[in-house]
């Protein structure tokens, strides 16, 4: 029974920062990677930031420089640390927990929207 639970999402102004965090029910070391995905209206999800469990990390072109995906192992929490955030940065941001081959276990969202 895996549970992953974001937080952190809110109401900022362009340049503001905010940091989510991702808790999960499981250990994070169980997990092969776990990222950060963002969708606005209209728009596919998208990766903005994953990392392995190797601490391998990986970022969106758009968020490189400006957003920073860490992990505290001892309480099975992934931080999206966000700084200098846009208006296109506006979007639900999920959660995700990848076990391959196993499968994918995502988290409800928590909403970010920026304002201009």
């Known amino acids: 029974q895996v549970q992953l639970v974001e937080s952190g999402g809110g109401l900022v102004q362009a340049g503001g920062s905010l940091r989510l965090s991702c808790v999960a029910s499981v250990g994070i070391s169980s997990f092969t990677a776990m990222g950060w995905y963002r969708q606005a209206p209209g728009h596919q999800r998208e990766l903005v930031a994953s990392i392995s469990t190797g601490g391998m990390r990986n970022y969106a072109d758009s968020v490189k420089g400006r957003f920073t995906i860490s992990t505290e192992y001892a309480k099975n929490i992934v931080y999206l640390q966000m700084n200098s955030l846009k208006p296109e940065d506006t979007a639900a941001y999920y959660c995700?927990?990848?076990?391959?081959?196993?499968?994918?276990?995502w988290g409800q969202g928590t909403q970010v929207t920026v304002s201009s």
């Open positions: 995700k927990g990848a076990r391959w081959p196993v499968g994918d276990y």
